[in-house]
């Protein structure tokens, strides 16, 4: 199963047993997926105490609770992308009967709509869950607490709403809607609305001056699923993070993943460690960020956070209501082999062509007195700061006319670079993002 050296397969064993020992975790699933596979996983205690000594693995299935969110906000993205709504559409114009104005889909996909966090009627106090006309109708009595974007504040509520907007727009359920458009194509096979009935961890809660476990009820949320409402395992989260770190066109373009990650709001003002996507926490983790979601249920504290970058992710998954961080259990994970077992990069190849009309670009420009050298890769127009760190990305551009190309990524991503050339078609200047680069430095206005 997995080409992770055997050290590092026994550091792994060693975090998660000691995971659940200090946690008190009856049975936890940690995992590690790389290369677009799980690559490695393990099970510590037991998945229910009706069969003692029985390991969890990487086929048991897990509450994944608001994990559902991202399932959520990937179903959204892609009603956007086929023309369907608009980031900037109002709940009102996709539920005509909504009476809050101006709470837009973009609030709600990053926690800023300032909407109240559960739907009325103190659900998770009675342990009833509402209907889809419940929902509409409460989400009516519901409280905005909060002016838009003016802080994180997060909502089961509003992601119950965006599954009826789903619904909606997609003409079947959210769960169908789900299946359709990433289960099945991903073959997420055990990822359900509840438990499937297979291999199945039960869930707990461990009183803090016992040692005795409690059953959890198994509960059904109703029209919260899109919330909160799924199950899964080690083995499908594993295909999930490979689908977030390479997506699928047939699911979702990378471009309209790449989106879902960039930061919209800042959820940890302390520490500046945790920020909201479009539907995704990004946790900084020392120099990494992580992309991904935890969940919690009665009996069920999971997570999942993948360092898109190296397409490595971690996954824990714990049968207990009060247990460790499931985001610092499944980024220790992620990080060890990080750390110990990285990938070897791809190795170089030369390139076969440079395109003639770059031949006269390339070496070192100087803009706002600073160098940056451009160079062809691939074929590729790049350009990139000397002094920039390795970690840097290298500005990439794209023909887009004779003597015009685009950014489309790196540094001024969008912005166009134009060459005027001299008669004999020397290239003597540059224009990126309208600032001037000349082949020797020059104070502003030094050359007019």
Known sequence: MTDIAAHTQTALTRIITERQTKGRVPGLVGAVARGGKLAWSGGVGSASLDQPGVAPTADTQYLIASHSKTFTAVAIMALRDEGKLSLDDTVEKLIPESKHAGVTVRQMLSHVSGMQREP???????????????????????????????????????????????????????????????????????????????????????PPFSDVPVPEPLLSLGAMDACGGLASTAEDLAKWTSFLADPTDEVLSKDTLDEMCQPQIMADLDRWQLAFGLGFMLLRVGERVFVGHTGGMPGHITGTFLHRPSGTAGIALMNTTAAPSPAAVATELAIKVLDEDPVLPKAWTPGTTIPPELAGVLGTWFTEGQPFVFSVREGHLEAKSP??????????????????????????????????????????????????????????????
Request: net charge negative.
């Open 120 to 206: 009325v009627g103190d659900v998770w106090d009675v342990m009833a869950f509402p209907d889809r006309a419940e929902l509409i109708a409460g989400w009516n009595e519901a409280e905005r607490i909060g002016k838009p974007h003016h802080r994180f504040h997060y909502s089961n509520l509003v992601y119950s709403v965006l599954g009826e907007i789903i619904a909606r727009l997609d003409g079947r359920s959210w769960y169908e809607s789900l299946q359709a458009r990433i289960l099945q194509p991903l073959e997420m096979r055990r990822t359900t609305v509840g438990m499937d009935g297979g291999p199945a961890a039960s869930g707990y809660y461990v």
């Open 387 to 448: 002094a920039a760190a390795d970690y840097v990305a290298p500005a990439v551009f794209e023909q887009v006319s004779t003597d015009v190309y685009r950014t489309v990524s790196g540094r001024e991503t969008g912005e166009l670079l134009r060459i005027t050339r001299a008669a004999d078609g020397t290239p003597t200047k540059l224009n990126w993002a309208t600032y001037l680069c000349t082949r020797e430095p020059l104070a502003f206005g030094q050359h007019l």
